[in-house]
Nanobody
Framework: QVQLVESGGGWVQTGGSLRLSCAAS?????MGWSRQAPGKQREFVAV???????NYADSVKGRFTISKGNAKNTVYLQMNSLKPEDTAVYYC???????????????WGQGTQVTVSS
């Protein structure tokens, strides 16, 4: 069983930035983020493999950057130029493949709230 612990959510105005962090309890190939807004389905945001290959949802390309931390089994999501439609609970997501994370499968953290005000 993989445990994922997220941190870094909060409130920010439109155009602002936030950085999310996630630490996994064991080494796992693909780590990423998904989000769920009120009344909507959970959707993929970004994923990075242990080899450093990253994928992004079209809605966040050019604004969000996923990276691996120096600490083992840690991943970050730098979110810039935030918009009200980015408001959601953000979940750290980990799986053996990037495809599994993109399909919102695998293991999940408890989530952290991100609120962007207009």
């Amino acid at each position: 069983q993989v445990q994922l612990v997220e941190s870094g959510g909060g409130w920010v105005q439109t155009g602002g930035s936030l950085r999310l962090s996630c630490a996994a309890s064991i080494s796992i190939n693909a780590m990423g983020w998904s989000r769920q807004a009120p009344g909507k389905q959970r959707e993929f945001v970004a994923v990075i493999s242990s080899g450093g290959i990253a994928n992004y949802a079209d809605s966040v390309k050019g604004r969000f950057t996923i990276s691996k931390g120096n600490a083992k089994n840690t991943v970050y999501l730098q979110m810039n130029s935030l918009k009200p439609e980015d408001t959601a609970v953000y979940y750290c997501n980990a799986a053996s493949t990037r495809a599994a994370v993109i399909n919102t499968g695998g293991y999940w953290g408890q989530g952290t709230q991100v609120t962007v005000s207009s």
